[in-house]
């Protein structure tokens, strides 16, 4: 008889690159706020999870909304609209 045991194997965690990541790609924007009738300098801000819209003059977050919230975007010239799961579309101007 034999007590000898075998050596586990060691279960590593998958690498995921994007999850290590801290940070966003942005671009200042001007975004088309409807409902004041009015147009805002923001920088737009997209990290792996989060799409955020920062006004530029007080820093402070104007809009917000989970990455996998968006069902996708429309396009024209230098403009571009969100559409997210509730069907509300958010309008962006990119500044060159």
Same mark, same amino acid.
């Given at each position: 008889m034999s007590f000898s045991s075998k050596k586990k194997e060691r279960v590593r965690p998958r690498f995921l690159p994007d999850a290590l990541q801290?940070?966003?790609i942005s671009w200042q924007v001007v975004? #088309? #706020? %409807?409902g004041q009738a009015a147009l805002v300098d923001c920088y737009l801000g997209i990290s792996t999870d989060t799409l955020v819209?920062?006004?530029e003059r007080t820093r402070e977050i104007v809009?917000?909304?989970p990455c996998k919230a968006i069902l996708?975007? %429309?396009?024209q010239t230098n403009r571009y609209e969100v559409i997210d799961l509730q069907n509300s579309e958010t309008a962006v101007?990119?500044?060159y």
């Open positions: 801290r940070g966003a975004l #088309d #706020d %409807s819209l920062i006004e809009f917000v909304m996708g975007w %429309s396009t101007q990119l500044l």
